[in-house]
Nanobody, 130 residues
Framework: QVQLVESGGGSVQAGGSLRLSCVASGSSFGDKCMSWFRQAPGKEREGVASIYTGSSRGSGSTYYHASVKGRFIISQDNSKNTVYLQMNSLKSEDTAMYYC???????????????????WGQGTQVTVAS
């Protein structure tokens, strides 16, 4: 089993920044696609950003939802089994529960469906106030 634990959520004023962390532990599944999702009340869970690492073509590629491009940056520290989401210029519409997800990158990487990710963290709340 793979366990994912998110941290770094909290309350911030519009225009501010937060950095979310996701620490992975448990079984290794080779090259990885790590992704951040978010879900606001009454809305479906949506992909925010993904990152692919490995020896295959496309290693290091990142993917972003249009709503966060230019504001959010996804990165990974493989030595710490940790993926980060740096969130800048936060807006009230970014308010949501943020989830970390993981899948084997051999199956692809990008802004995929919730159903494409087998491993999930418990979520961390991000609240952006005007």
């Amino acid at each position: 089993q793979v366990q994912l634990v998110e941290s770094g959520g909290g309350s911030v004023q519009a225009g501010g920044s937060l950095r979310l962390s996701c620490v992975a532990s448990g079984s290794s599944f080779g090259d990885k696609c790590m992704s951040w999702f978010r879900q606001a009340p009454g809305k479906e869970r949506e992909g925010v950003a993904s990152i692919y690492t490995g020896s295959s073509r496309g290693s290091g590629s990142t993917y972003y939802h249009a709503s966060v491009k230019g504001r959010f940056i996804i990165s990974q520290d493989n030595s710490k089994n940790t993926v980060y989401l740096q969130m800048n210029s936060l807006k009230s519409e970014d308010t949501a529960m943020y989830y970390c997800a993981a899948r084997a990158s051999s199956n692809g990487c990008g802004l995929l469906s919730v159903r494409d990710f087998a491993y999930w963290g418990q979520g961390t709340q991000v609240t952006v106030a005007s």
